[in-house]
């Protein structure tokens, strides 16, 4: 017997008596920056991390420039305005974070971080229980029947 099935381009395993479907694709080409059908911009296209890490970077260089350009003058300063954005979005190409991207990593952390401290359940917010005060309630503790008497003596 064929337990193998027959698999289409989109991914879609056909056997006897019913299909699956095969979402893998998803998650080993995940969300890009800069790919529009077969076009892409120069050097990408970029995961929103590398976006980040390039963006933030430049943003970083251009915030201190007064502090490190005089050292490294006008070609060292134009050489790191290229060589540090492009080593942070090459280093990040691949960066993964308990199998999540860092960016994602980053939003459940938060998520989590500002989250109320008793937490969610069922959709809402968790509420301790109300506390049921015993003052309320009367008990009666009857003493306990010695282990000998007989049925009539524990009714009396």
Excluded: N
Aim: hydrophobic residues 40%; aromatic residues 12%.
């Amino acid at each position: 017997m064929d337990t193998a099935g027959t698999q289409d381009r989109a991914g879609t395993v056909h056997r006897a008596g019913f299909e699956c479907r095969s979402y893998t694709h998803a998650r080993r080409f995940p969300w890009m920056i800069g790919k529009i059908g077969d076009w892409s911009i120069p050097f990408g296209p970029f995961t929103p991390t590398q976006a980040a890490a390039g963006i933030g970077s430049l943003a970083l260089l251009w915030q201190t420039r007064e502090s490190w350009t005089p050292t490294f003058g006008l070609w060292g300063s134009l050489a790191a305005f290229l060589a540090v954005p492009l080593a942070g979005v090459a280093l990040t190409r691949r960066a993964k974070i308990e199998g999540r991207s860092p960016l994602f990593a980053l939003a459940g952390w938060t998520r989590f971080l500002t989250s109320r401290g008793q937490g969610r359940s069922a959709g809402g917010s968790w509420r301790e229980p109300r506390e049921r005060h015993l003052a309320r309630y009367r008990y009666w503790i009857a003493a306990r029947p010695a282990a000998g008497a007989r049925h009539e003596d524990r009714a009396a």
